[in-house]
């Protein structure tokens, strides 16, 4: 089976500007679930995707949104984009079951100018 | 709720010496247990998991951990390290019935020629 594939790898945006990212899980996947990597807080959660209903949220503002696509397909948006959205974006993949473990892209390393 | 504690964030040891990597949780409820480990420039890649069983649990490239009830612990443990495994590790704990994993900090392991 395909790994989960995050497109694009690197990205540079400016302040004030969009961005979406996009995630394709494993297949037969159907949550998929999106977390923020920096140096400074580590691992944050944004949120998960089941069936294409979003059940779970972290703590991140409005900015920062998802969607998921009958296929599981999953996107991000980040809108107004601040210096301080600089960060390594991961998306993971599993079957639903809350004591299976998440299967990692490689992420979108998102730099802002 | 969980949380998790990866009580080193930093470890750096000589090539071929044995290494503990330690993880204490909290919860008060059933839970599931994971090691990842992020290369650069790369996603989360699972060590190895306990759902239920044995509390020792044998994982990926010699590595193992032992599920601590008592002490709410779940240290990863290799006896003989290699350059290669230059990495920085997450223990993730997964609560029954939450569909979210929470991940320690990380702890970077640095092994010395």
């Known amino acids: 089976k395909a790994g989960v594939t995050q497109t694009p790898r690197y990205l540079i945006k400016t302040r004030g500007q969009q961005v979406t990212l996009s995630c394709s899980p494993i297949?037969?996947?159907?949550?998929v679930s999106w977390y923020q990597q920096t140096p400074g807080q580590g691992l944050q959660f944004l949120f998960e995707?089941?069936?294409?209903?979003?059940?779970n949220k972290g703590n991140f503002p409005g900015r920062f949104s998802g969607r998921q696509f009958s296929n599981s397909r999953s996107e991000m948006n980040v809108s107004t984009l601040e210096l301080g959205d600089s960060a390594l974006y991961l998306c993971?993949?599993?079957?639903?079951?809350?004591?299976?473990?998440?299967?990692f892209g490689d992420g979108t390393r998102l730099s802002i100018l | 709720a969980q949380s998790v504690t990866q009580l080193d964030s930093q470890v750096p040891v000589f090539e071929e010496a044995p290494v503990e990597l330690r993880c204490n949780y909290s919860?008060?409820?059933?839970?599931?247990l994971f090691w990842y480990v992020q290369y650069p420039n790369q996603g989360l890649q699972l060590l190895l998991k306990?759902?239920?069983?044995?509390?020792l649990v044998k994982g990926i490239n010699g590595f193992e951990a032992e599920f601590n009830k008592s002490q709410t612990s779940f240290h990863l443990r290799k006896p003989s390290v290699h350059i290669s495994d230059t990495a920085e590790y997450f223990c993730?704990?997964?609560?029954?019935?939450?569909?979210?994993?929470?991940f320690g900090r990380g702890t970077s392991l640095i092994v010395h020629p």
């Open positions: 993971a993949s599993r079957d639903g079951d809350d004591n299976q473990p998440q299967h």
């Open positions: 297949s037969g996947h159907r949550s």
């Open positions: 995707y089941f069936s294409e209903t979003q059940r």
């Open positions: 919860s008060s409820v059933s839970v599931y």
């Open positions: 306990y759902l239920s069983g044995s509390t």
């Open positions: 993730a704990v997964s609560e029954g019935g939450s569909y979210i994993p929470t």
